[in-house]
């Protein structure tokens, strides 16, 4: 593969973060359009995530992507005070964190966000999400067939009680924005429908192969951001996450021909097609290398009009992370979650 050409833009090997596509969110604020995932997959350990952080603000990265459950958010908080400390203004960042789903109870839900607060040694969020819509506990890394005894349905008259909690953290200026992740169209209804404050992002599985079309438009066209998980096809997810039937991304056809053409990984091929799309992808990655050439390449030569065209023809349907462990009936399929056929999936 051919090395990325000497018109990089690369200023001391670092990008220029003021060049970094923003999406404006309905309140006026802007997020960089690519941010650092910080999941380690139950494989890197925290230290080697932190260190990522630290390196990817000091190469441009101004958005991360944190959460409680990824088990690394005090080690992320050392990284930002490092940050902070040495070249950063806190409005200069754009930091996400995320409820876990034995968090949604109305006692737990502030209570959880001012943990996540001080372990990552801030004194707001920019975004605050619920990181899944039902309110089942599961063990960290246990395996997909692991289920939960209490598990619940999706319930709305007690998501809302959990939203509430959401909209007070607000009120309280612990958060500037709160938003949604893993919903889907018929739950964002009802959602929209009786908030006070209504999500400005919602968080979704998207790649090349996961395109997700329709709930991409519905999010946007109510005024939401797409923000994409796995925006490479998450190559190093978590064994309980693997089936033989899923595709790779980054080794399809379509994304290997351009990712020649422009000398670049495939990798870096997704996230410029996410970008130029309208979503805002958070890639994971700790190596310098890689973290640099994903956003060098959301901001160097985009593809073109016939490439974008070639990968939205390219979708496979392919969710990879299925959510098993959400399941709160014997034997049930895992499309049941996703609410397939348009409404929410009776208890
Ligand atoms: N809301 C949710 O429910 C949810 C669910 C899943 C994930 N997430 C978030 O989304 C983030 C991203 O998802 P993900 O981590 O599963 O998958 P991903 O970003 O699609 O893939 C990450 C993998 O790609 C590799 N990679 C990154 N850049 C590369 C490059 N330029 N060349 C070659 N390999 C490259 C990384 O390895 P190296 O480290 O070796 O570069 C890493 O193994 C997570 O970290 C997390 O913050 C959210």
Redesign the pocket.
């Known amino acids: 593969m051919k090395v990325q050409s000497a018109s990089r833009p690369l200023i001391n090997g670092c990008v220029d973060s003021a060049l970094v596509p923003q999406k404006a969110l309905y309140t006026g604020a802007q997020m960089p359009a690519i941010g650092l ?3 380690g ?1 139950d494989q890197v350990p925290a230290s080697e995530v932190a260190a990522a952080v630290e390196g990817a603000a000091a190469i441009g990265y101004r958005h991360f ?1 944190c ?1 409680s459950v990824y088990g690394n958010e005090h080690e992320i908080g050392y990284a930002f005070q490092q940050v902070l400390r040495r070249h950063l203004k806190r409005e200069q960042l754009w930091i996400t964190s ?1 409820l876990w789903n034995d968090k949604h109870g109305e006692n737990d839900v502030i209570a959880s966000c001012r943990k996540s607060l001080a372990d990552l040694r801030l004194s707001y969020l920019d975004l605050y999400l619920v ?2 819509p039902f309110p089942n506990f599961h063990p960290p890394g246990c395996d997909v067939t692991s289920r939960s005894r209490d598990a619940k349905p999706y319930i709305h008259a007690e998501f809302m009680k959990t939203w509430r909690k959401m909209e007070e953290l607000v009120d309280l200026g612990l958060v500037s924005h709160i938003g949604t ?2 919903m889907t169209i018929p739950k964002l209804k009802l959602l929209l429908r009786d908030a006070r404050i209504k999500p400005a992002v919602n ?1 979704m599985e998207l ?1 090349p192969h996961f395109q997700q079309l329709a709930l991409f438009d519905f999010v946007r066209s109510n005024g939401m951001v797409p923000v994409g ?9 978590p064994e309980r996450d693997r089936r033989p039937e899923d595709t790779v991304p980054t080794q399809d056809p379509v994304i290997v021909k351009i990712a020649n053409r422009l000398g670049v ?1 495939p ?2 091929v997704c996230l410029k097609w996410a970008v130029q799309r309208g979503h805002a992808p ?6 310098r290398n ?2 640099l ?2 956003l060098e390449g959301v901001v160097s030569e985009p593809l073109t009009e016939d490439e974008m065209g070639e990968i939205s023809r390219i979708d496979r349907n392919c969710r990879l ?1 299925k959510g098993q462990v959400f399941l709160w009936k014997e034997g049930q399929p895992w499309e049941d979650l996703w609410d397939l056929n348009g409404e929410i999936t009776p208890p």
């Open positions: 995932g910080t999941f997959s992507d959460a995320k990181h899944w992740s893993n968080e790649h998980y796995c925006p490479i096809g998450s190559p190093a997810r990984h990798a870096v958070i890639p994971f990655s700790t190596k890689h973290y050439s994903n992370i």
